[in-house]
């Protein structure tokens, strides 16, 4: 899970603009369906997801990132679905999904600059959306 987290990372951040993409989805594809590997399935999908973002499919990427917050509670994923939900104009569920976040994390998201600064940049682009 290390070695797939910095290779998505290194394709997202452009330090691996060689790799195959293609391929690294039909691995995480298999590897998500992989009984061996349920302990990271969080992480395996959350991958995907990052990836079914960088090709704009922010519908898909919510999608997988839902399943990945269902699989282990995680404030970055929340943070990463509640974005997503909004450029996929999926913005009641937004707005849902980002209330549930702050039940479910305000200490955590307290606690961290950068999460408290991702929470109001989100809250504000939705409230601006909404409005």
Not at 11 to 30: M, S, T
Request: net charge negative; charged share 20%; glycine share 4%.
């Amino acid at each position: 899970v290390f070695t797939l987290n910095n290779l998505v990372f290194g394709i997202l951040e452009g330090r691996c603009p060689n790799a195959p993409v293609a391929k690294l989805q039909l691995l995480l594809a298999e590897l998500s369906e992989n009984p061996n590997y349920t302990v990271s399935l969080a992480d395996i999908v959350f991958f995907q997801a990052l990836l079914q973002a960088a090709t704009g499919d922010f519908a898909d990427a919510a999608r997988l990132a839902t399943s990945s917050v269902r699989e282990r509670p995680d404030v970055r994923v929340s943070l990463y679905q509640v974005n997503w939900l909004i450029r996929s104009g999926q913005l009641e569920l937004a707005r849902n999904t980002l209330q549930q976040l702050v039940n479910d994390f305000g200490p955590e998201i307290a606690a961290s600059t950068e999460h408290s600064a991702r929470l109001q940049f989100l809250s504000s682009r939705l409230q601006a959306l909404m409005d």
